[in-house]
């Protein structure tokens, strides 16, 4: 699944790995392809969701800078 209005190149499909949770705030391990992307979302918003290890999702990413450095 795709969302087809947002650009294909930010959208990373995978599995939950971990959920790390706060009383405000809670961290969202998300295994892909690509690797492990890691989002940080209200716990209200994991609670809504349903969210759990195992889950299927879509991490969608949006970046205002991106910094690269030559090794």
Do not use: C, H
Request: net charge neutral.
């Amino acid at each position: 699944m795709a969302i087809p209005s947002i650009n294909a190149r930010n959208q990373f499909r995978g599995k939950i790995k971990e959920i790390v949770f706060g009383s405000v705030v809670s961290e969202v391990d998300i295994e892909t392809p690509a690797g492990v992307v890691t989002s940080v979302i209200t716990t209200r918003s994991v609670k809504e969701l349903e969210l759990q290890v195992g889950t299927e999702v879509l991490a969608f990413v949006k970046a205002t800078e991106v910094s690269v450095a030559k090794l």
